[in-house]
């Protein structure tokens, strides 16, 4: 049964693109979202603990509700907003999770979600989103495609745009996952999560942080799409050359918000080749028996990839971010 929703009567921080959330703002975006997602589990595999030299506590979002963590910020999003602001219906653009999350989080408040996808996205993620009753409108697999097909439905519908992670709400939302993941285990060395636009990374940062300053956190990032690394080394946000990498999730550079939180509390980001990001999927299927996507192996594959960053012997906590990929049986 859908749980009732009372919805504020302003929504102060919609739309800010200065101020980031708090743990206070973490902390109440995870009751306002509570009732509606899953309380993810945190698995530990002995096997991958023995291979790797480390004692690493895997935090499921895979498990979480539409198959990855954006169903947390897109639940907190909605939850915010004034019946003024829901009137029309919410939108954004995203090439599959963000939009499964939005379109699902949109029909449990009972408005409408248009939602805005490049033609290449994943197929399994396409279905998703019909699926949770979002209204598709494709484009090119560009930004500038995405921005300009969003703009010309919000000026037909006069929807209410949710971004799919340069926006307070959703990271406060993300960051959730991470307070879940910190009252179950409060004494880990090192807390990852993968880097793309960078909400989870943000939330996770912040809460993480707050809640434990001694706490090293780390991103893994695809070395085929290395913008958010160069962004952090540069100290300016730096534009993603066309990115190649099987971690479709992870294809979008920094936006404001997200480059200034990933500025204040990342300690670094570890890059990961292609090859590895396979290894370490593969690996979490076999030694787990459960299936992440490509983007959830990153953490672990840059882990992998980076053997000399001091990261052994240590309690690692690991973002899984998803579960959405197709699988082909032939």
């Not at 990261?311 to 049986?329: D, E, Q, T, Y």
Request: proline share 6%; hydrophobic share 45%; aromatic share 6%.
């Amino acid at each position: 049964m859908t749980p009732n929703i009372n919805f504020p009567a302003t929504s102060s921080m919609s739309g800010n693109l200065t101020l980031l959330p708090t743990l206070v703002d973490i902390f109440n975006a995870h009751s306002r979202i509570k009732p509606f997602i899953h309380r993810t589990p945190v698995f530990t595999s002995s096997s991958i603990n023995q291979i790797l030299g480390a004692e690493f506590y895997f935090k499921c979002e895979n498990f979480q509700k539409v198959g990855a963590f954006k169903f947390r910020g897109a639940t907190n999003a909605v939850l915010s907003l004034s019946p003024q602001e829901l009137a029309c219906g919410v939108g954004t653009h995203s090439s599959g999770n963000h939009a499964a999350a939005l379109a699902l989080a949109a029909r449990n408040a009972g408005v409408p979600a248009y939602i805005v996808m490049p033609g290449t996205a994943p197929e399994i993620k396409k279905i998703a989103v019909a699926g949770y009753g979002g209204i598709i409108s494709y484009c090119e697999p560009t930004l500038e495609a995405r921005e300009s097909m969003m703009a010309k439905v919000q000026m037909e519908t006069g929807c209410t745009f949710i971004h799919p992670f340069n926006r307070f709400e959703i990271i406060a939302g993300q960051g959730t996952a991470a307070v879940e993941l910190l009252e179950d285990y409060p004494d880990l060395d090192i807390i990852m999560a993968p880097v793309g636009g960078g909400g989870l990374l943000s939330g996770t940062a912040i809460a993480a942080k707050s809640m434990n300053p001694d706490i090293t956190v780390w991103a893994g990032e695809p070395e085929n799409a290395d913008d958010a690394f160069r962004s952090l080394s540069a100290g300016s946000i730096q534009e993603a050359v066309p990115p190649n990498t099987i971690a479709d999730g992870l294809l979008t550079s920094l936006g404001s918000l997200t480059f200034k939180a990933i500025n204040n509390h990342v300690n670094s980001i570890l890059l990961c080749p292609e090859v590895i990001i396979t290894q370490a999927m593969r690996l979490v299927w076999e030694r787990m028996k459960i299936i992440i996507e490509p983007s959830s192996a990153v953490p672990l594959g840059s882990l992998m990839s980076n053997p000399d960053k001091g990261w052994k012997n240590k309690k690692i906590g690991i973002i899984l971010s998803g579960g959405n990929c197709h699988i082909a049986l032939t």
